[in-house]
């Protein structure tokens, strides 16, 4: 995480802005190499950082957190699990959920009837895992798969469906 603190330090020594150190420290390169190589664009540039560093800083913390975010969805969560508090659910307990529960809280939500894409959507897996996990729940008997009325593949718990069936399926 960027502090600003630190930025403004870069900021003063580096020239009241003039070389541009704090725009290197933000992850941007190429305006540091332009204020280097132009005196912060001839001043106005350093004044205007002046003014918008707490901004800036925000920015580039943002940017860090949203790339950590898509890196850990890309990978399965290989990279930390992402923090989903406003959830509500085990994450914001400290607690992490296992995909079985992430599966079997998404079933119940949807009446029986998930897709690797509605589960992946509510915990940090991604879709190989959870197909994986969904085949093995159908291979142990706990799911079904079936198919919906327009034609789409999807699992099925009968214990989370009302009645036993559920009336977007085709009929077994």
Sequence with gaps: MYSTGIAYL??????????GFHRFYLGKPGSGLLYLFTGGLFGIGAFYDLITLP????EANLRVGYHNAFLG???GGAHGPIDRTHTGGARSLGRKESLEQAILKTAKKNKGVVTPSSVALECDKGLDDVKKALELLVEKGYADLRVTK???????????????????????
Aim: aromatic share 16%; proline share 2%.
């Design 150 to 172: 327009n034609g789409a593949l999807v699992y099925f718990f009968q214990e989370f469906s009302e009645g036993g069936s559920h009336p977007d399926l085709e009929e077994m």
């Design 73 to 75: 969805a890309m990978a």
């Design 55 to 58: 901004m800036q800083v925000r």
């Design 10 to 19: 870069l900021w003063l020594i580096s020239g009241f802005g003039a070389l």
